[in-house]
Nanobody, 114 residues
Framework: QVQLVESGGGLVQAGGSLRLSCAAS????????MGWYRQAPGKKRELVAT???????NYTDSVKGRFTISRSNAKNTVSLQMNSLKPEDTAVYYC????????WGQGTQVTVSS
């Protein structure tokens, strides 16, 4: 059974930083694409960043230059370093993995105060 468990959310002031982590189990982590989505109240879930098994990354325009996604295949983890946070980054952040099927974590709240 595949499990994705996020950690690291919280409350931070605008301009601050947070680091989200996601631990995966039940899957051959090294071969799957991983990523982070977020969903703000009243809005659709949106893709934030992805990283392939080979380490190729992709970011939505609004976080480019501020967020960095990384992975450790040895530890079965994917992380999202978020710097220069803005109030509009406030959302529930979900860890995501895909290979044939999509897998989701339970979500972690990130709140950025102005």
């Amino acid at each position: 059974q595949v499990q994705l468990v996020e950690s690291g959310g919280g409350l931070v002031q605008a301009g601050g930083s947070l680091r989200l982590s996601c631990a995966a189990s039940g899957i051959i982590f090294s071969i799957i694409t991983m990523g982070w989505y977020r969903q703000a109240p009243g809005k659709k879930r949106e893709l934030v960043a992805t990283i392939t098994s080979g380490g190729k990354t992709n970011y939505t325009d609004s976080v480019k230059g501020r967020f960095t996604i990384s992975r450790s295949n040895a530890k079965n983890t994917v992380s999202l370093q978020m710097n220069s946070l803005k109030p509009e980054d406030t959302a529930v952040y979900y860890c995501w993995g895909t290979i044939v099927n999509d897998y989701w974590g339970q979500g972690t709240q990130v709140t950025v105060s102005s």
